[in-house]
């Protein structure tokens, strides 16, 4: 699937705070906004920043906060926690989770051999 990546870009929507995820993608086309933004989180939570990205309308937004990943979904009243990526549907967050935690420390070739171990 062809995926589109905003590189420190500040989501903005006119009358409100802009937002700038960490990393975030469309995916299928480039779009003026994205279908996914990842925040990291390595001292404080983000759950509050959802609102923001519910103002912006994001699809699908993950963050990652105390060594795991929790994937959230926008629904009519806000984002729901769901345990399966709406934009990769085969992806589960306890596999990213696993994944990340298993691959500090490690090259890239290690976390590809692990990756194909999955």
Same mark, same amino acid.
């Given at each position: 699937? #062809? ?10 929507? +006119?009358?409100?705070?802009? &937002?700038? #995820?960490?990393? $975030?993608?469309?995916?299928?086309? =480039? &779009? +003026?906004?994205? =279908?996914? $933004?990842?925040?990291?989180? *390595?001292? @404080?939570?983000?759950?509050? =920043?959802?609102?923001?990205? %519910?103002?912006? $309308? *994001? #699809?699908?937004?993950? *963050?990652?906060? %105390? ?8 629904? +009519? %009243?806000?984002?729901?926690?769901? $345990? ?9 967050? =306890? ?6 935690? @298993?691959?500090?420390?490690?090259? #890239? ?7 194909? %171990?999955?």
């Amino acid at each position: 699937m #062809p995926f589109f990546t905003f590189n420190q870009t500040r989501l903005v929507y +006119e009358g409100k705070e802009g &937002k700038e #995820p960490d990393v $975030a993608y469309s995916f299928g086309k =480039d &779009k +003026e906004m994205p =279908d996914l $933004a990842v925040e990291v989180n *390595i001292t @404080s939570s983000s759950i509050n =920043d959802l609102t923001k990205y %519910q103002y912006l $309308a *994001i #699809p699908e937004v993950w *963050i990652w906060s %105390q060594e795991s990943i929790k994937l959230f979904v926008k629904v +009519e %009243q806000g984002y729901l926690n769901v $345990a399966v990526s709406n934009c990769l549907p085969n992806l589960k967050s =306890d596999l990213v989770t696993d994944v990340v935690n @298993s691959s500090f420390g490690k090259s #890239p070739l290690e976390i590809e051999k692990l990756l194909n %171990q999955q």
